[in-house]
């Protein structure tokens, strides 16, 4: 057993990934709040401020989040105010916040 071969390997990341699938509201009511996931990628879909509220509730119960993706997904301005909570909640901070392409205009 090589254990400088067993700790260089990358250690697999939780991932949520459910982009470009076409959700909506509707789709991220009650998303598991029992797991702990490293990525959440909910980029390319369309929600409202309605579906920004259970993504950012769900998203806050990740304590081990890095990496969160929300590009391209209706974001608004009132909707970046609740992903600004979870940055600055984040106990781990994130390392990476994708919000490119939304409807931000402040």
């Excluded at 609740?82 to 106990?91: A, D, G």
Aim: charge should be negative; hydrophobic fraction near 40%.
């Amino acid at each position: 057993f090589d254990t400088a071969v067993f700790f260089a390997m990358p250690w697999p990341r939780r991932r949520f990934r459910h982009a470009a699938e076409q959700l909506q509201d509707e789709d991220v009511r009650g998303l598991p709040e029992d797991q702990d996931f490293e990525e959440v990628d909910l980029s390319r879909n369309s929600f409202s401020i309605y579906g920004f509220l259970s993504i950012t509730k769900f998203c806050r119960a990740q304590s081990q989040l890095r990496i969160l993706k929300l590009f391209k997904c209706g974001l608004c301005d009132q909707a970046a105010h609740l992903v600004s909570l979870v940055v600055l909640e984040n106990p781990h901070y994130l390392e990476e916040v994708h919000l490119s392409h939304n409807v931000l205009t402040e």
